[in-house]
């Protein structure tokens, strides 16, 4: 068996046992994570990038379950100007999304919106240029909203729900408060705060640093992520999806929309993958060789 189908496996038991875990007791606290411009691939444009059937090579693990930085990366290109080495987090998503602080867009020259992660429709196009081939993205660049993953668990003892809009403090040498912070609920989700690198350069905050939830805003009527991307709700979800490839974990349950996923024999199944099926209420066809 090849050694990252192996290393997989083990990390899919490792949240296994996590999830089997009690929760660490509430003190209020948020750690904050600052994220660099960075890139999310579809399949069809890492192959446009990188050449026919390319898979992104894993280099660290990010602090979200089952997400990683990659070895590879790109130059982003606008009208005014480029960045180079910009790196990709993995796996491939089903759409592609360039994340930049507003800092980075006035270097190349463009002015994508303030988005939650996934609400790419109507943004600011953007190119990207890779060793095997350039591509260009009609839409897909944003600056990401300041947002807050956590598990159901954390948003029951924080008492929040998933989409609601919160005020966040953050104490140090320039203390701060940031609002309109995102909640994002998700039992995948480990509990952090993340902003970009012209909110951290603004309070001074250094990866580690801790927040505090201060405010509930209640100006609007929270709502929950799936409602707030239109270009989601605007695909059809196929009812059946072939899947080829020789392991099959909760990450992908989770990325396919179809009701059935069809496997061949060969391919293997993770229990963390059979318990997200079931919960999803979804069907497991495994097909004959």
Request: proline share 6%; net charge negative.
């Amino acid at each position: 068996m090849q050694e990252n189908l192996v290393q997989k496996i083990v990390e899919e038991v490792l949240q296994q046992v996590l999830k089997n875990q009690s929760s660490p007791p509430h003190d209020g606290k948020i750690p904050i994570g600052v994220s660099a411009r960075h890139v999310h691939l579809a399949q069809a444009e890492v192959e446009q990038l990188f050449g026919e059937n390319y898979q992104l090579t894993p280099k660290f693990e990010l602090s979200q379950p089952g997400q990683f930085a990659a070895e590879e990366t790109v130059v982003v290109a606008g009208p005014k100007g480029s960045i180079e080495r910009v790196r990709i987090l993995g796996p491939a998503r089903s759409l592609s999304q360039v994340e930049v602080s507003w800092t980075d867009a006035m270097k190349l020259g463009l002015k994508p919106p303030l988005r939650i992660s996934g609400d790419i429709q109507g943004s600011s196009p953007v190119t990207l240029i890779g060793p095997k081939g350039s591509v260009v993205l009609h839409e897909g660049l944003i600056i990401a909203q300041a947002h807050i993953h956590m598990s159901p668990a954390d948003s029951a003892r924080f008492n929040v729900i998933d989409g609601q809009s919160v005020q966040i403090k953050v104490e140090g040498i320039r203390p701060i408060i940031l609002s309109n912070v995102v909640i994002r609920v998700s039992e995948r989700y480990r509990l952090e705060m993340h902003i970009d690198t012209d909110e951290a350069n603004a309070g001074l905050i250094q990866q580690g640093t801790h927040a505090e939830i201060v405010h509930h805003q209640v100006n609007e009527q929270p709502k929950p992520m799936k409602e707030q991307s239109s270009a989601v709700q605007k695909v059809e979800q196929p009812s059946v999806y072939h899947y080829d490839k020789k392991l099959l974990s909760q990450i992908e349950v989770l990325e396919i929309d179809a009701q059935e996923i069809v496997v061949p024999k060969k391919t293997i199944v993770t229990a963390l993958a059979y318990d997200k099926l079931r919960e999803l209420n979804k069907t497991l066809t495994i097909r004959s060789e």
